[in-house]
């Protein structure tokens, strides 16, 4: 009896000794994908909704038959409503896994994105060392000055292109020279029109003699003495008419 049972415990013990190494062979060749276990998640979403819908069809159908019984048949009425009562319970367990599980399935999702995230990150991470590594920071700042310098250079050249040749005048003398032909030009003007009338027997005020005489003043120069033969004419025919 001893040996029987000690062999089919050792037999047992081997069978549950390899059927325990194969899960752990099983659960070390690795476990499900976050991708498979949200496709899960989602399945067993889908089951337990339609679950749902067909307990609230049940919960309708008893609610219907207590009513439809009411008084008449109270026992009938009773256990309608304790049915009801029960697969309201079921109900509300379902609401309460069903929560459960969209949090667990959100939490894998955001899991699944942080993690394709990070992966690219690191990519991209390396690619940017590999950039950077043939990058010599000190001939980058050799180019950068050489740049500055050719920059400067063609500043001075093109300084040195608009640079107007020949002598350089002084604006204030031609100016000077440009009133001194005006009023020559008026001289020759009022010349044209019969010459200047006579001088004016009153002393008219002279112009200061280290001024030149300006256009303006040999205008006025000339209505004086207009003004003067116009009276001088006006006595003489004042004397004829005498």
């Known amino acids: 009896m001893s040996k029987l ?5 050792g037999s047992s013990s081997s069978s549950g000794s390899s059927s325990s190494s194969k899960s ?17 998640l989602r399945e067993t979403e889908e089951m337990l909704t339609k679950k749902q819908e067909f307990l609230e069809k049940k919960i309708e159908q008893e609610l219907m038959t ?10 009938a009425a009773l256990r309608a409503l304790k049915k009801k009562k ?11 896994t069903l929560s459960t599980i969209e949090f667990q399935r959100e939490a894998l999702e955001n899991s699944h994105t942080n993690t394709e995230v990070l992966k690219n990150m690191g990519f991209a991470a ?14 980058i700042d050799d180019m950068m000055q050489d740049i500055t310098e050719q920059q400067d250079r063609a500043q001075e050249i093109s300084e040195a292109i608009s640079r107007p040749f020949g002598d350089v005048y ?7 020279e440009l009133q001194e032909l005006e009023e020559q030009d008026m001289e020759e003007s009022m010349e044209s029109m019969g010459g200047l009338p006579s001088v004016p027997g009153s002393k008219l005020p002279s112009a200061r003699p280290s001024q030149h005489p300006s256009a303006a003043s040999t205008l006025t120069l000339y209505s004086t003495r207009r003004k ?3 009276d001088e ?3 003489k025919l004042a004397s004829w008419a005498t």
């Open 24 to 40: 752990r062979h099983h659960r070390s060749h690795g476990g499900p994908t976050p991708q498979e276990a949200i496709h899960k």
């Open 126 to 139: 390396r690619a940017l060392e590999k950039v950077h590594k043939d990058i010599n920071i000190d001939k």
């Open 170 to 176: 002084d604006e204030d003398e031609l100016l000077a």
């Open 233 to 235: 004419d006006m006595s």
């Open 5 to 9: 049972t000690k062999l089919f415990k």
């Open 228 to 230: 003067v033969e116009e």
């Open 86 to 96: 029960r697969l309201e319970q079921q109900l509300v367990q379902i609401d309460g």
């Open 66 to 75: 207590a009513k439809k019984h009411g008084t008449k048949n109270k026992q």
